[in-house]
Nanobody, 127 residues
Framework: QVQLVESGGGLVQAGGSLRLSCAAS????????MGWFRQAPGKEREFVAG????????TYADSVKGRFTISRGNAKNTLILQMNSLKLEDTAVYYC????????????????????WGQGTQVTVSS
């Protein structure tokens, strides 16, 4: 069974930074790509950033481009989301997701592209 566990969320002032981590575990875990999504209260879950391991491609939502960076962590099977210049509208629960089924070089930007999900970590940006 694959497990994804997010960490690093918290309360930060606008303009500040946070670094989210996602640790993947499971005896046979191997993914083609991973991504970050977020869900604000009363809104649908939305794509934030994704990475395809095979091609190395990364894709970002327009709202976070230039401020967020997705990358592989130093530890095996770890995904990082570095968030800088945080805005009030970045407040949401952030979810890590993994694609273990689709062997392509595409970075999926919809939830259907991912088959495993973490439980989420809260990010709150205050003024």
């Amino acid at each position: 069974q694959v497990q994804l566990v997010e960490s690093g969320g918290g309360l930060v002032q606008a303009g500040g930074s946070l670094r989210l981590s996602c640790a993947a575990s499971g005896r046979t875990f191997s993914s083609y790509g991973m991504g970050w999504f977020r869900q604000a209260p009363g809104k649908e879950r939305e794509f934030v950033a994704g990475i395809n391991w095979g091609s190395g491609r990364t894709t970002y939502a327009d709202s976070v481009k230039g401020r967020f960076t997705i990358s592989r962590g130093n530890a095996k099977n770890t995904l990082i989301l570095q968030m800088n210049s945080l805005k009030l509208e970045d407040t949401a629960v952030y979810y890590c997701a993994a694609d273990t089924m689709q062997s392509t070089e595409v970075v999926f930007t919809t939830m259907r592209g991912y088959d495993y999900w973490g439980q989420g970590t809260q990010v709150t940006v205050s003024s």
